[in-house]
């Protein structure tokens, strides 16, 4: 079982950026999907971003396109999600997921879950 802890979350007014941290410890961190989702009041969870460790291969949501930007770093075993000119809809409660393989856009391909961090956009 892997274990998650996420940081970077806060306040920020639009426009502003965030740069979000997902630590990975248990489990191989080479062999991984790692994703982000977000959940904002009243809404379901939804599917951010997605990275595979090995090669880095990237995906995006239509909506944060061209904003927001997910890495991975190999060696601190870390995922980070950069959040740019954001808006007051980027609000939610964001989480940090892991997974060995699949559909990167599904909830039930990953099998780990960080405890999330809230982000509010608001001025």
């Known amino acids: 079982q892997v274990q998650l802890a996420e940081s970077g979350g806060g306040l920020v007014q639009p426009g502003g950026s965030l740069r979000l941290s997902c630590a990975v410890s248990?489990?191989?961190?080479?062999?991984?999907?790692m994703g982000w989702f977000r959940q904002a009041p009243g809404k379901e969870r939804e599917f951010v971003s997605a990275i595979t460790t090995s090669s880095g291969t990237t995906w995006y949501t239509d909506s944060v396109k061209g904003r927001f930007t997910i890495s991975r770093d190999n060696v601190r075993n870390t995922v980070l999600l950069q959040m740019n000119s954001l808006k007051p809809e980027d609000t939610a409660v964001y989480y940090c997921a892991a997974g060995a393989s699949g559909y990167y856009w599904s909830e039930s391909n990953y099998d780990s879950w960080g405890q999330g961090t809230q982000v509010t956009v608001s001025s």
């Open positions: 248990g489990r191989t961190f080479s062999r991984l999907i």
